[in-house]
């Protein structure tokens, strides 16, 4: 019988003893997560309710995703000290930034990078010898099958002079209309179709005044068109890739 009571008592006080540990350790995980959200707290001091509550749950978000600390810390910090600034603007974080996941998502991915695009002389030498190949092309298609081969007044003088310009012209309208897509300074849509226009009939102009012009300005072989088309195209191809100049520059 005596054996009996001390088992019970023996397992009532290791069955006390487990209930003390198990209260301890929930005190100490009571205690720390009041220590952590005193120390966001503090991390967040001065800003606005709902900018508080957006910056942690982000920084939670960050941290459930296993997200270094110290960038993470870095982030946060760089964040934090924008919105006090901003905030006294009206301005909320998750209009400012997006919501929590977007924002998350944006800085694990990184920052991302500028693009810069390439200098318009590039681009106006790209389309100066892409408009270059396809004239000489044209020409000694035409030439192929004209009845009069070789007499069109369209040689080095005007295909040279019409190509440059028109690779000008053509770099500034994608320059004009890449700025409207990112966003940048913009013309009126009305004023760049005037611009178009103008540079439509400025090029028919100067092609028919060039083509009047004698010297160095008479038609080619079909041979000699053929020739030019390959080389410009040549010379395009390996400039697009010396200079790294993209498909789409703007």
């Not at 002079?161 to 994608?174: E, H, L, N, P």
């Amino acid at each position: 019988m005596g054996a009996v009571v001390g088992q019970g008592n023996s397992e009532n006080e290791n069955k006390k003893r487990n209930e003390e540990v198990a209260q301890k350790q929930t005190e100490a995980l009571q205690e720390k997560a009041t220590e952590k959200k005193v120390a966001v707290q503090n991390q967040f001091a001065g800003l606005t309710k709902r900018n508080e509550d957006y910056m942690f749950r982000l920084n939670r978000v960050l941290e459930e995703r296993d997200f270094p600390a110290e960038k993470r810390t870095a982030a946060i910090q760089e964040m934090t000290t924008e919105l006090l600034e901003k905030q006294r603007q009206g301005v909320i974080a998750a209009k400012y930034y997006g919501t929590v996941t977007e924002r998350a998502q944006e800085i694990i991915a990184g920052p991302k990078k500028v693009y810069t695009p390439p200098a318009f002389w590039k681009i106006a030498l790209d389309n100066g010898l892409m408009i270059f190949t396809l004239f000489c092309a044209m020409y000694a298609v035409l030439n192929q099958f004209s009845v009069k081969g070789g007499q069109t007044n369209n040689g080095i003088l005007t295909l040279l002079v019409t190509s440059a310009f028109a690779g000008t012209g053509m770099a500034y309208f994608y320059r004009v209309t890449g700025q409207r897509r990112s966003g940048g300074k913009k013309m009126p849509f009305w004023r760049v179709i005037l611009v178009s226009l103008a540079f439509m009939l400025l090029w028919v102009a100067i092609y028919t005044l060039i083509a009047q012009v004698p010297f160095l300005n008479q038609g080619l072989s079909v041979f000699a068109y053929a020739v030019l088309a390959v080389l410009a195209f040549g010379l395009r191809y390996l400039l697009k890739k010396k200079l790294d100049i993209p498909a789409r520059p703007f």
